[in-house]
């Protein structure tokens, strides 16, 4: 009975590794079949004329530098913006709320809104900044849609990093006299400026692979302006101009190489964000 129930459970034990290892062939699988596609059909079709160059329908030329400037414009102003709005939420949640169960509807709250689809973003964005605030389709509009989508990231990344804040570090500040304020500039945020830092690239790479929300809010326009004229102008992000580009125009040439050099920055960000959050613990440890 014992060498049964021992050869059924060996069966059972390599039957779940065999699933297992499926499963993670699979996954693997799709995920090179992915990039390797995109970039075989892509990467050929990047040129300097295509990455220097705006859109002429006179001539014909085809340019994405717009994109790639409204792209940095929209990144810069999303994160001045939700950064300090999401550490400092972080920072309140977890070092300064008494009522803890304000606190609890505060998170729960947030993590409703990590779990809103894009294109309602989108929708209340064109409503309420567009229409309502009177500032028309604009990179700026799609700038405080694109915080209102990463707030829940940063303030949740920071508060986790928070968290990892051994106590005893506050109470030996404390007992050496700091203030409130003091122990949370001087020991607790150094302390978890590794989790900060990473929270923060990877909303990055939320902003840069975000379209839904900004053909609402931002725009199709293909053209160049300064930064501050930038926001207050329409304009096309790499994202947007990717479906521009495929759906509207037929030029899949151009889609794939837009798809390729976003797969390109996407793993340079999670790259930045694994090397960052190394290199904030090494220098924690010392």
Not at 74 to 94: F, H, S
Not at 104 to 115: N, P, Q, R
Not at 236 to 254: N, R
Not at 270 to 281: C, D, E, S, T
Request: with cysteine; glycine share 10%.
């Amino acid at each position: 009975m014992e060498e049964r129930i021992s050869t059924k459970r060996r069966v059972r034990i390599a039957l779940l590794w065999v699933l297992m290892g499926l499963a993670a062939a699979t996954t693997c699988a799709l995920v090179l079949f992915l990039a390797v596609y995109v970039m075989a059909k892509g990467v050929p079709e990047i040129t300097w004329t295509l990455l220097s160059t705006r859109p002429s329908y006179l001539t014909g030329n085809i340019g994405i530098l717009p994109d790639i400037l409204n792209t940095v414009y929209i990144i810069i102003a999303a994160l001045v913006l939700v950064i300090p709005l999401g550490a400092g939420a972080a920072v309140y949640l977890t070092e300064y709320a008494k009522n803890r169960k304000l606190a609890a509807v505060i998170e729960y709250a947030a993590e409703t809104l990590s779990g809103i689809p894009s294109i309602i973003y989108g929708l209340v964005g064109m409503l309420f900044f567009c229409s309502f605030l009177d500032m028309q389709t604009s990179l700026l509009a799609g700038a405080l849609t694109l915080v209102i989508m990463n707030l829940p990231t940063v303030m949740r990344t920071t508060q986790e990093s928070l968290k990892t804040v051994p106590q005893s570090y506050r109470d030996g500040a404390f007992g050496l006299g700091a203030g409130k304020w003091r122990v949370i500039r001087t020991v607790v945020l150094p302390g978890c400026v590794d989790g900060i830092v990473t929270g923060c690239i990877l909303s990055v790479g939320r902003i840069l692979g975000e379209s839904a929300a900004l053909l609402f809010t931002a725009g199709f326009a293909h053209t160049v302006h300064g930064f501050f004229e930038g926001l207050s102008n329409s304009g096309a992000t790499l994202t947007v101009a990717l479906y521009f580009y495929a759906k509207e125009e037929g030029e899949f040439g151009v889609a794939f190489a837009i798809a390729a050099i976003l797969m390109i920055l996407t793993l340079v960000i999670q790259l930045a964000a694994m090397l960052a959050g190394r290199y904030f613990k090494r220098r924690r440890g010392r």
